[in-house]
């Protein structure tokens, strides 16, 4: 009986999560928290409430919790913006090679 020999040193993580299907929900999610923290960040520094925030968003008090969210990824990149402009910020997307 054959064992295959799985050398963890060998792949990448990137290819672990690929090997299982997830990598782009994985990427997703992890784009997603970096993203809702520096706007966390952003509008604590800028001694912004949440309903001000929504306000120059012109939004409501329950999208800025979705954009400020971690884990929902669901959010428009037009949102994002608005956000990142209410904080006194430029959101910035870029393609890179893999």
């Known amino acids: ?31 997603k928290r970096v993203i809702a923290y520096q706007l966390e960040a952003a509008r604590n520094g800028a001694d912004l409430s949440k309903s001000a925030m929504a306000g120059a968003m012109d939004t409501s008090r329950t999208q ?6 971690p884990e ?3 959010v428009s990149l037009e949102l994002l913006a608005r956000a990142a402009e209410a904080v006194g910020k430029r959101l910035k997307v870029e393609l890179v090679d893999p």
Not at 9 to 20: H, I, N, P, T, V
Not at 64 to 69: A, E, F, S, Y
């Open 1 to 31: 009986m054959s064992q295959s020999h799985h050398d963890p040193m060998g792949d990448s993580f990137e290819s672990f999560l690929d090997e299982l299907g997830i990598k782009e929900e994985v990427y997703g999610v992890a784009v």
């Open 64 to 69: 800025v919790g979705r954009v400020l969210d």
């Open 72 to 74: 929902n990824v669901a």
